[in-house]
């Protein structure tokens, strides 16, 4: 039974990280990986009471991590169809590509920590077309973005979503990470702004010529103000809620999901249908991506019976006595998430390692965030975040490889040499 559970879940990880070539969709082969998987586990177990238990324990920790992931995805829909991103794009400006990009990096970075880095991402990206006329210069920007979207995320639980399941999963508390990431993640940044500064260095902004942006026209100031605010006055509060109550974060993103839709009805009650149609929560919850939450189900259900099976536990031993030290053994999970998703990557971590060998806030979770949460800018398909720039501007997997991946690189190892000494200074 253990090989064909090892066989299916390798050939369905093979699929996922090859979704681009095959061209079937990553969520296809996590849900019929996990479908399979179960299937195989029930047939040979015979126990259909443990199963029956095991699979509700493995349901009751997915469901937390879709619904805080669905929660959060549909208050920045929101925010966005409000223009509500304005607040902060519509402030940077300048005339030379060198303090562009240093601003572009920063605002991607802290934007990130607060949203995700895949929205941020997304967002930046966006703006980048109404700042830049030459794609060349957009495409190099891109590569940027993805770095800083990226550090950005790893340094807080909402930033994204492996930080997340940590911080679900127990393995992470909400002040530690921040304070434990915040420098590591700024020098996985300020590494590749540092050097692209030089590259770009008295070279001025070739801005496209500005049209009226007719979205503006749907909603007013105050609105935009009031749903920006508010939506990410919800996200920056979750942690505090988990905090003060102790109750689950999804049932806190779900509270202010409600508050945000409660608002959103009483500034809109007096317009007609047709034009509060695309501002409402309702179109917000159409809006989200379905796929990537599928996904999640799919390949946390899948990683689950790794756990039950005791296979995860039987590799962190191996990796134990093969490389022995924690430390490049987490490095090298985060160079891994540069060619693979990062999600099964930290979730098959999370069933290897224990709570009890390895408590809340130790070495092995704060570095696998970062490791896993950063890494994935080295290639332009190891991270959400990559992939939606890819898409936006058609970014070829080689060109990024030439021009950012080296950049992503140092970076990434800059940071975690940081992590490594300043633990051995100060443990």
């Not at 003060?244 to 999901?257: A, Q, S």
């Amino acid at each position: 039974m253990l090989t064909a559970l090892v066989i299916v879940f390798v050939l369905a990880y093979a699929a996922i990280a090859l979704e681009h070539p095959i061209k079937i969709n990553k969520s296809a082969s996590a849900l019929i990986g996990a479908g399979l998987l179960w299937t195989i586990y029930a047939m040979s177990s015979g126990n259909a009471t443990l199963i029956g238990q095991q699979l509700g324990e493995s349901l009751m920790g997915t469901a937390q991590v879709v619904f805080f992931l669905m929660g959060a995805m549909t208050i920045v829909e929101v925010v966005d169809a409000h223009n509500g991103f304005e607040v902060i794009t519509s402030r940077i400006s300048t005339k030379k590509l060198s303090t562009l990009m240093w601003m572009v990096g920063f605002v991607a970075f802290f934007l990130s920590s607060i949203l995700d880095n895949l929205t941020t991402t997304i967002v930046m990206v966006s703006l980048m077309k109404k700042l830049l006329e030459k794609r060349e210069d957009r495409l190099f920007f891109a590569g940027i973005i993805i770095i800083a979207a990226n550090a950005g995320g790893a340094w807080t639980p909402i930033g994204d979503v492996t930080t997340t399941m940590l911080w679900i999963g127990g393995q992470i508390t909400t002040l530690a990470i921040m304070k434990s990431l915040f420098i590591p993640s700024m020098i996985n940044l300020l590494v590749p702004l540092t050097v692209t500064s030089f590259v770009l260095k008295g070279i001025p902004v070739l801005a496209p010529v500005r049209s009226d942006d007719a979205r503006g026209i749907a909603t007013s100031d105050n609105e935009r103000n009031v749903m920006f605010f508010l939506g990410l006055g919800i996200l920056v509060l979750v942690p505090v809620f988990k905090t003060v109550t102790n109750l689950p974060p999804f049932l806190g993103i779900l509270f202010g999901l409600g508050i945000l839709w409660l608002v959103g009805d009483l500034l809109h009650r007096n317009k007609p249908d047709d034009d509060k149609e695309h501002l409402t929560l309702a179109h917000a919850l159409s809006r989200i991506d379905m796929g990537s939450i599928v996904f999640f189900i799919g390949i946390l259900l899948s990683v689950s019976i790794l756990e039950h099976t005791h296979i995860l536990k039987s590799l962190a031993q191996w990796l134990d006595q093969s490389v022995g030290r924690q430390d490049l053994i987490v490095m090298i999970i985060g160079l891994v998430s540069a060619v693979v998703d990062n999600v099964p990557l930290v979730a098959a971590s999370m069933g290897m390692y224990s709570l009890t060998q390895y408590p809340a806030d130790s070495f092995l979770w704060e570095f696998m965030a970062y490791c896993a949460g950063t890494g994935g800018s080295i290639l332009i398909i190891g991270s959400a975040a990559g992939v939606a720039a890819m898409g936006l501007e058609k970014i070829d997997f080689f060109w990024y490889m030439r021009r950012i991946s080296g950049l992503a690189l140092i970076g990434y190892l800059g940071g975690a040499l940081f992590y490594i000494a300043e633990l051995r200074l100060f443990p």
